[in-house]
């Protein structure tokens, strides 16, 4: 089976108006995928199995984090983070140094407005 994956392009006009709303959603998403990477990585150590999107989805639909996002996000996060545990447990048969999808962490910035990826920035 084929599976195509488009990308659309879009430039917000109204940033100033929008900006803090879509932080929050971006926000949301990130504590999602946390508290279903620590679901994962519990159901994996107890039963050597990993939980797919449909499992996560059952187990975390009642949870606040699932629910402080439409249902179409969160379920896409879920979605997301099971192809990387999936893609994660197929490279590891061949890669002993493959490791399971990470946690995501807040995004920090520096002082031109540039987003530094590590989780405590150094002070340049």
Not at 6 to 23: C, M, P, W, Y
Not at 62 to 74: A, F
Not at 87 to 108: E, H, I, L, T
């Amino acid at each position: 089976m084929l599976e195509v994956h488009r990308t659309h392009r879009a430039k917000i006009l109204n940033h100033g108006q929008v900006e803090d709303s879509l932080d929050r959603h971006g926000w949301s998403a990130s504590k999602l995928w946390n508290v279903a990477n620590y679901h994962s990585r519990q159901v994996w150590e107890d039963t050597g199995e990993i939980p797919d999107h449909g499992d996560l989805k059952d187990e975390l639909k009642g949870h606040t984090k699932y629910k402080g996002l439409h249902s179409q996000s969160s379920q896409r996060v879920l979605e997301e983070l099971a192809e990387a545990f999936n893609s994660w447990y197929g490279k590891r048969k061949s890669d002993s140094r493959a490791k399971p999808p990470g946690y995501r962490k807040k995004n920090y910035y520096d002082n031109h407005g540039n987003r530094v990826h590590e989780e405590h920035p150094a002070v340049r």
